[in-house]
């Protein structure tokens, strides 16, 4: 009986954490991820967007990889090609290049190729010509108002992620150089990966997972690869809070980025910056020392300090870190500091 009653009370409490949420946020903001927070809410949506969502389901025993709505591109030496998964041999036809290490992009809701803002990162790792860079394009199973399908979603794009590496590593290419990195929701399906594949996972790199409506057991956890580390910058809102991985970077407090309270949606903006932030990581001149920390992400005002070293935030922070870090910066990430200087135009506020 008891039980029973404390069950009821902690969905209750779910769902009004979820309700109190839908207000304040502003619905006058034609905006996707806003929107997206009113799903639970059946009324705000016509029938007919909510039957245009997409719903993959992923527990039949059916081959359901390859799935024409999720697709691997692997952008190396310049060039653009899809992977054809069918093809046995792909990997060596392509220009894949063994001597460099593998990045796996993925984006979150709303996202696909060439959208905004996961190819920020995309072109960064490209431009620096030492990656193959991989991009898991999900963007028809994750399209707005579909926020929902997105989040149920992810199980079968990390399931075809985990046919997608098994089969490139049948055919050569090392796990132990292989890095997913995943924005959001995309970063849930990074460790998502894990469940189906059966190989360890090298290197996760979080940039501020997503936190409305995802179910713990989707959750991102520092047990999804043998290095998780996460970059918090809007936890407690669209992102997470609390650690995800072995190490927490959580930037000025983790909860809203300075340079973002002149815009008209902060937390957006927020969160979407994290992915400037790992941009900045791959150049050493611009690439940001994180001071060791003791609180939780987001921080109070005043993070305590824990004894240890500095460590670099982003590509270069070394496998054996553990624990949560904090940066301090006012100035928007990856910005170029005057014409010329490295960074994306994109990255600037304004
Ligand atoms: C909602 O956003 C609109 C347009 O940005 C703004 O004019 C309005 O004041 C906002 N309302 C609230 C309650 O924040
Ligand atoms: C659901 O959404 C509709 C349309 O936006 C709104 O009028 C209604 O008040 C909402 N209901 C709840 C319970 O939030
Ligand atoms: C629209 O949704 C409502 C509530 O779920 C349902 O009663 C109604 O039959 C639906 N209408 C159509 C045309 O599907
Ligand atoms: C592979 O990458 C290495 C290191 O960047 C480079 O020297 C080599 O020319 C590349 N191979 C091909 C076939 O492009
Ligand atoms: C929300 O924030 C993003 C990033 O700052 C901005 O590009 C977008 O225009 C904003 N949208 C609205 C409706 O405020």
Request: aromatic share 8%; proline share 6%; net charge neutral.
């Amino acid at each position: 009986m008891l039980l029973k009653h404390v069950c009821f009370l902690i969905s209750v409490s779910w769902i009004l954490t979820i309700f109190i949420d839908a207000q304040i946020v502003n619905l006058s903001n034609n905006n996707p991820i806003k929107e997206a927070l009113f799903l639970h809410n059946t009324t705000a949506f016509s029938n007919n967007s909510r039957d245009k969502c997409m719903w993959r389901a992923v527990n039949n025993q059916k081959a359901v990889c390859p799935d024409p709505d999720i697709n691997f591109i692997l952008y190396a030496e310049s060039k653009k090609e899809f992977v054809d998964t069918y093809e046995n041999d792909w990997l060596r036809q392509s220009s894949w290049n063994d001597t460099k290490e593998n990045i796996l992009i993925v984006h979150g809701y709303a996202g696909g190729d060439d959208t905004l803002p996961i190819s920020v990162l995309r072109d960064a790792y490209i431009a620096t010509g030492r990656y193959n860079v991989w991009l898991l394009d999900w963007g028809p199973l994750c399209q707005p108002p579909c926020y929902a399908a997105a989040v149920h979603n992810m199980k079968a794009v990390a399931r075809c992620a985990g046919e997608f590496l098994t089969a490139m590593r049948f055919s050569g290419m090392q796990t132990d150089r292989t890095t997913c990195v995943g924005h959001s929701l995309g970063a849930h399906i990074c460790g998502l990966i894990s469940h189906y594949v059966l190989f360890r996972l090298h290197r996760i790199i979080a940039l501020d997972p997503a936190r409305p409506l995802i179910p713990v057991q989707s959750r991102l956890t520092a047990g999804d690869a043998s290095a998780v580390h996460a970059i918090h910058t809007n936890a407690g809102h669209y992102g997470e809070m609390g650690k995800s991985g072995h190490v927490d970077f959580c930037v000025n407090g983790g909860r809203i980025q300075p340079y973002c309270e002149s815009t008209e949606n902060e937390s957006l903006c927020s969160h979407v910056w994290a992915i400037c932030y790992l941009a900045e990581s791959l150049h050493t001149e611009l690439v940001k020392k994180a001071e060791p920390c003791s609180r939780r992400c987001p921080t109070g005002s005043r993070p305590g300090h824990r004894v240890g070293f500095p460590v670099l935030m982003g590509q270069p922070t070394p496998l054996s870190t553990t624990g949560s870090y904090c940066v301090h910066d006012d100035q928007p990430p990856f910005c170029p500091k005057q014409p010329g200087a490295p960074g994306d135009k994109r990255c600037c506020i304004k």
